[in-house]
């Protein structure tokens, strides 16, 4: 079993920066992928970003070149710098944990302002 726990969620002015965190509560982090997603109100989630456990990293296209993923597996940690936000990156972000079977945070709420 894994218990997530996402922060550093909040209100920003677009074109501001948020640093989002995810810590694992389990044994095995190193082994898994890792990723991130956004759930806009109404919308159903999407992918943002991933990591893998080679440490290859994925990004959707609306946000390449404005958001970093990484992870700290000595830390069970796992990442991700918003920064240039736009309105349009509110939602929901959930952590994620994936390999034969998945784990989610419960995610943190962002909210960008135009």
């Known amino acids: 079993q894994a218990q997530l726990l996402e922060s550093g969620g909040g209100l920003v002015a677009a074109g501001g920066s948020l640093r989002l965190s995810c810590v694992a509560s389990?044994?095995?982090?190193?082994?898994?992928?890792t990723r991130w997603y956004r759930q806009a109100p109404g919308k159903q989630r999407v992918l943002v970003a991933s990591?893998?456990?080679?440490?290859?990293?994925a990004y959707a296209d609306s946000v390449k070149d404005r958001f970093v993923i990484s992870r700290d597996n000595a830390k069970n940690s796992l990442y991700l710098q918003m920064n240039n936000l736009r309105p349009d990156d509110t939602g929901v972000y959930f952590c994620?944990?994936?390999?034969?079977?998945?784990?989610w945070g419960q995610g943190t709420q962002v909210t960008v302002s135009s």
């Open positions: 994620n944990l994936y390999r034969a079977r998945e784990f």
């Open positions: 990591i893998d456990l080679n440490g290859t990293v």
């Open positions: 389990m044994f095995g982090f190193d082994l898994y992928g």
